[in-house]
């Protein structure tokens, strides 16, 4: 018996399941589920770098600047949860397709 090809595993994962995963527990945990393993490394070092960047640009920030400084760092993790969970989904939907197609 032959192990599943990489398209079959992300075929048969629930594209609803990954797109929560990479909203609701952190960044990423959507493509451990269906096992893309380089998404989930784009994605950590994408979120790395954004707190990176922001600490170090808001760095002994205080007074009336530093809510409107977290605010930009939480729209921008927003932002990536966003774009992550809309293409966990949609990997799926294309795979699924492919599959059918090539029936």
Do not use: C, H
Not at 22 to 31: D, F, K, R, S
Not at 77 to 92: D, F, I, M, P, W
Request: a positive charge; zero cysteines; hydrophobic letters at 45%.
């Amino acid at each position: 018996m032959t192990p599943p090809s990489r398209d079959q595993v992300l075929a048969a994962s629930a594209g609803w399941v990954g797109a929560l995963l990479n909203v609701l527990p952190g960044l990423g945990a959507g493509y451990l589920y269906q096992r893309r393993w380089k998404a989930y490394w784009i994605t950590s070092i994408l979120s790395t770098a954004w707190f990176v960047v922001g600490a170090a640009l808001g760095g002994g920030t205080s007074g009336p600047e530093a809510p409107q400084n977290q605010l930009i760092g939480l729209l921008g993790l927003v932002l990536l949860s966003g774009v992550t969970a809309s293409e966990a989904g949609l990997a799926v939907k294309r795979v699924r397709e492919q599959l059918n197609s090539d029936a």
